[in-house]
């Protein structure tokens, strides 16, 4: 009976440490649902391998997982893979361990990440994988001596030394398919998680009720942005959307999060909209975007908040006490890059000139040698595949930027948008992946920033603008593509920028009366629709811009609920996810 109340104790704990993951951060329902579907993965990967005992590639898809997503998703990746595998290989005592086993190294791996600042080569990060490898199955003896034995010292040693064989080869697997897939694996997962900056806020309603509602109702809802009330333009809908502390959600409705709020700021100062006049009860969008400047400590979340203090003509030397400059100025490293990645590195320049201050020398160079052999960039660094998202802020980057290089860079960068525009006049965030707002939003600021009028980009007889003014809903909102409607606040504030030919950095906004204090209803913007704005003239001169920081996004904006009860059991349907697959594999 003593194993017996062993393994629910760890099994407790396990279940515990993952869930209170997701109950004191509420994470925003797309890292849930790759939560789930990495553990899915880990699962998989242990049942594909059932046939060479101990030879695995799950120890390395945790400890990579916890190395891109942190240490909560790292740990809930490994109980549930070692949970949901076990359906194959036969649940027992030995599922706790494994659960817990797995769950620390995806805590392992964020601390990795913290240590290398999230760079690490292949060999290094075999290497580390070989060691937790081993270190996981010695875990797994001492299960067993708890388990099986009489506790004692000369049992322990004989477990241990059992089992030292069995060790060896799976830290041997672990240092091959950390060789084979690892770098791949974090670059993927980093290219997701860094991109979308999500900040996670607390949730209320308890967690045995929605895990009910998630399992009786998962199959059965459909998931798509929500219906503000508004004045029938994109600004009003925005306007409308606001939430009472002064912040916006992914959808009207949802919680407020940082990021949303400062793509909204940007958007609608591109409208003629000061963030500091956007207010609901007493509480401004200025306001709020100041109150979470403590836990912008990312350089994406830096760059967009000096771009927003930039649009409110506020100084980034001072923002809610903090100087975001010298924050950003730190985080550049000695070769000009910002972690080693184009994007990053790309509204660095941006928040730079937002702020009036000069860009560090060599970041513009170091940006120019990154240009895949296409013409275009991509999120990290050259060699890797191009995108539409990337190159646009690129070629915002070096707008105005003098110099042979430069200009040969930037001819190429439109060359490249050009060749990837698809015959609905809009852009697609990777080849054959469908136009959607946000990549074509991106594509349209970069053309503009560069001198390019969009409207000379035409497909089937359709431009880039065109495509977007499809995409607006009656109530004003911008739906992400032809067939997906998801995100909208998010969606529609960056489309603005676009629709409004105004590419980062903002100039600041002038500020107008503030509202009577009882004022509640959406106002009606000082900016015409966004379905009306004139399309932004040819040549237009890039120089004029100033600057105004933008956070880095994801090229594919993914689904979310508009709904905060819709968003969490989309959340839950990620981690059952995980629990369903591994029997079928």
């Known amino acids: 009976m003593s194993w017996q109340l062993g393994a629910l104790g760890i099994l407790g704990l396990a279940l515990a440490g993952g869930f209170a993951w997701y109950e004191r951060t509420r994470p925003d329902a797309r890292i849930v649902a790759l939560v789930g579907t990495l553990a899915a993965f880990a699962a998989l990967g242990r049942v594909a391998f059932a046939a060479l005992p101990n030879v695995k590639p799950t120890t390395d898809i945790v400890l990579v997982s916890g190395y891109a997503l942190g240490g909560g998703p790292g740990f809930a990746v490994g109980a549930l893979g070692g949970l949901a595998s076990n359906f194959f290989f036969g649940q027992g005592p030995w599922t706790p361990w494994q659960m817990a086993g797995w769950g620390v190294v995806g805590v392992i791996g964020a601390g990795l990440a913290l240590i290398t600042r999230r760079q690490i080569g292949r060999w290094p990060l075999a290497l580390v994988c070989a060691v937790v490898g081993f270190a996981f199955t010695v875990l797994q003896d001492v299960g067993d001596w708890v388990t099986y034995s009489d506790h004692s010292l ?9 089992g030292i064989g069995f060790d060896c080869v799976h830290a041997a697997g672990c240092l091959v398919f950390a060789l084979a897939f690892g770098p791949a694996l974090i670059r993927s997962l980093s290219r997701f998680t860094t991109r979308l ?5 607390p949730v209320a309603p308890p967690l045995a009720l929605i895990l009910a509602l998630a399992v009786a109702l998962s199959f059965s809802f459909s998931f798509s942005g929500g219906v503000a009330r508004s004045a029938g333009t994109s600004s009003g809908y925005l306007l409308a959307a606001q939430n009472a502390d002064g912040g916006f959600g992914p959808a009207p409705r949802s919680p407020s999060s940082q990021l949303y709020a400062g793509w909204v700021a940007l958007g609608l100062a591109a409208a003629g909209e000061n963030p500091a006049d956007v207010s609901r009860g007493g509480h401004s969008l200025l306001g709020y975007v100041q109150t979470g400047v403590n836990s912008a400590t990312d350089p994406g979340s830096v760059e ?16 809610g006490g903090r100087d975001l400059v010298g924050v950003l100025q730190h985080d550049v490293r000695a070769n000009g890059s910002v972690s080693g990645q184009v994007n990053l590195t790309a509204f660095a320049v941006l928040a730079f000139r937002a702020a009036g201050v000069a860009v560090p020398p060599g970041t513009l160079g170091w940006v120019i040698r990154q240009q895949d052999s296409d013409g275009g960039f991509n999120f990290g660094t050259r060699g890797g595949s191009s995108d539409v998202d990337d190159t646009g802020a690129v070629l915002e980057a070096l707008a105005g930027a003098a110099g042979v290089e430069a200009g040969r860079a930037r001819a190429r960068a439109i060359r490249y948008l050009r060749g990837r525009q698809d015959g609905d006049g809009g852009f697609p965030a990777m080849p054959g992946a469908g136009s959607n707002a946000q990549s074509t939003a991106f ?69 107008r009366a503030p509202p009577p204090a009882h004022h509640e209803v959406p106002r009606t913007p000082r900016h015409a629709s966004a379905a009306t704005t004139a399309t932004p003239p040819a040549g237009h001169p890039a120089a004029r811009r100033r600057p105004s920081a933008a956070p880095v ?13 819709l968003d969490r059991l989309a959340a839950y349907a990620g981690i059952l996810t995980a629990l369903s697959l591994a029997p079928l594999g």
């Open 553 to 565: 996004r994801p090229s594919a904006a993914p689904p979310s609920a508009s709904d905060p009860t």
């Open 304 to 319: 967009r908040t000096i771009l927003v203090a930039r649009a409110a003509g506020v100084s980034a030397r001072s923002f």
């Open 154 to 162: 000369a049992s322990l040693g004989v477990y241990v030394g059992k």
């Open 197 to 201: 900056h999500v900040t996670w806020q």
């Open 443 to 511: 594509a349209v600021q970069g053309l503009v920033a560069a001198g390019v009028n969009p409207s000379t980009l035409r497909r089937r007889g359709a431009s880039p603008l065109e495509y977007l003014r499809g995409l607006i809903a009656p109530d004003g909102h911008v739906r992400y593509s032809r067939g997906v409607d998801q995100t909208p606040t998010w969606v529609t504030a960056e489309v603005l920028l676009a629709l409004d030919g105004r590419p980062l950095p903002l100039a600041s906004v002038a500020r």
